[in-house]
């Protein structure tokens, strides 16, 4: 077993190994080994919401209702009501092994657990049900799954037999497939339903009936128009080290390491690229208007790098991404903006409140400090 699994790549689907016979002549039969993966019963049984625990690792969040739903990285979610906004109250928590994302709409509540895409009912009374999950819908996960013990795996043999003169074709459209699959491994935003409202370091978005998804190299596009019976349409190879997603319109602005890519979603179940615009190396939440996209860099972070501002990107040419301006920060960690309000967390210098109603000029007009 642990031989088959280290000839598995962390991004592989299918591994095709070949044992010839000829049973007649003019025909040939292959054995396909093709590995199976399972979420282990427990994840699902535990996957529910449970008694709060002290926020930790904290990666993205969203917005729904009265409530944050904040994501500890590969962990699960916490549930925080902000009814009284001066004196939250943290709900609970739902474990959600290799969680990465959340996202909401029509009260269901969509999250990564490694492989597998989870569906949760948000129900009256603020408890959180697992209704149903959508099995490999990240396959680039699988080895991670399997090295944290939260996924089975079980490989089914299966004998086919072509004619020789087919087998060459055969080898090469499976191959072709493989190398496919490989790759499986807002405002204006939130469209028509009721939506969460994602914060610039998601990396899940939801867009009308569609959910969008990023991991490190791809975009994948979920139909939801059957809420809790989510189907797979399309997964993009993006590139390497992405990051983040904001949807604005019928774009979504992609963030990474080394730029910013924007894609069409005209098309929902199909991305298109449209352009990107390449900054130096460094860590990259990213969010846009009608006219302009506002990206933040810092340093001190895996991602490498120096630099520590906010890019002001002119997109009304969207082929044709332009600079318009750069402010330095501190080590600014995420932004939004509200009208011509832009809100920018720079890291131990605090909150940052700023006038962008001209973003050639944009002014602090407040600073709200860390806390003790």
Excluded at 128 to 134: A, S
Excluded at 233 to 246: K, L, Q
Excluded at 272 to 286: A, G, I, L, T
Aim: hydrophobic residues 35%; proline residues 4%.
């Amino acid at each position: 077993m642990k031989t088959k699994i280290s000839i598995l790549s962390a991004i592989t689907i299918l591994v095709l190994v070949f044992s010839f016979c000829v049973k007649n002549k003019g025909y040939v039969t292959y054995t396909i080994h093709r590995p199976v993966y399972t979420m282990k019963p427990e994840i699902k049984e535990n996957a529910r919401l449970q008694e709060p625990t002290a926020l930790k690792d904290l990666g993205n969040f969203v917005l729904y209702g009265n409530a944050m739903y904040v994501v500890e990285k590969n962990k699960g979610i916490h549930v925080i009501d902000y009814t009284n906004p001066s004196s939250p109250i943290n709900k609970g928590f739902v474990p959600i092994p290799g969680n990465t994302g959340v996202s909401i709409k029509n009260d269901l509540l969509y999250a990564d657990c490694y492989t597998d895409l989870f569906i949760f009912q948000l129900n009256n009374g603020g408890q959180i049900e697992l209704k149903n999950n959508l099995a490999n819908a990240f396959l680039s996960r699988a080895q991670i799954g399997i090295s944290a013990g939260c996924i089975g795996l079980q490989w089914i043999d299966k004998d086919t037999t072509v004619a020789t003169g087919s087998v060459k074709n055969d080898v090469t459209n499976n191959q072709s497939s493989q190398q496919t699959d490989s790759r499986m491994s807002t405002n204006s935003n939130v469209g028509n339903g009721n939506t969460s409202v994602g914060s610039s370091m998601c990396v899940f978005t939801i867009v009308k009936n569609h959910l969008y998804a990023v991991d490190n190299t791809s975009l994948r596009a979920f139909s939801i128009e059957n809420g809790t019976s989510p189907v797979l349409n399309s997964v993009t190879n993006i590139g390497g080290n992405i990051e983040t997603i904001f949807p604005f319109g019928e774009r979504l602005f992609i963030g990474s390491n080394t730029g910013m890519f924007i894609y069409d979603i005209a098309a929902p179940s199909a991305p298109s690229y449209k352009s990107q615009f390449n900054h130096v190396r460094s860590c990259d939440p990213v969010i846009a208007d009608e006219r302009f996209a506002y990206v933040t860099l810092r340093s001190g972070t895996s991602c490498g790098g120096f630099t520590n501002q906010m890019d002001v990107i002119n997109i009304e040419d969207i082929a044709k991404p332009v600079l318009l301006r750069s402010y330095p920060f501190s080590n600014p960690h995420g932004l939004d903006k509200d009208g011509n309000i832009m809100f920018v967390c720079d890291g131990s210098s605090g909150l940052k409140v700023i006038d962008a109603t001209d973003v050639n000029n944009m002014i602090t007009k407040k600073t709200i400090a860390l806390g003790n």
